[in-house]
């Protein structure tokens, strides 16, 4: 069995679903982090491939992804009010190492979200080595 991995996720506010995500979780009963996965056909509408139980892969990136889920739990919890975001329409995400490896050349290497553990030195620096790839810049 081959397992491919993302090199980038392309995230859309504005993609047609015939049932949003809120009504899903609605009517299913579902509460906490939920990660909805959706292809986009040509048309233009997004179809549910698959939910899961967690935080999306890129929940991380916070603020500059538009929405920050955990500074938002963390509030909740806190019985602190939510704090207004503004969330982006449409958010590319290079996936390190990933893309690199994909396409050393990838547009998405500069116009994207470069995802790169950049607290992370040592994991970087020994990441970059393994994989034979150029240490991003910036």
Known sequence: MNRVRAASSSLSTTKKCAVPPEKLAGAWGLAGF?????????????????????????????????EDICLALRRQLAGLPPLSMQQKETLIVA???????????????????YDVPRDDP?????LSQRHRI?????
């Open 34 to 66: 939920i990660g909805f996965d959706f292809i986009v056909d040509a048309r233009g509408d997004a179809w549910l491939i698959e939910c899961n139980p967690r935080p999306t892969p890129i929940a991380h990136l916070g603020e500059r992804a538009g």
């Open 95 to 113: 996936h390190f190492p990933h893309e690199a490896l994909r396409d050393p050349a990838s547009p998405y290497l500069t116009a994207a979200i």
């Open 122 to 126: 040592g994991l970087l620096r020994r």
């Open 134 to 138: 150029q240490l991003p810049v910036g």
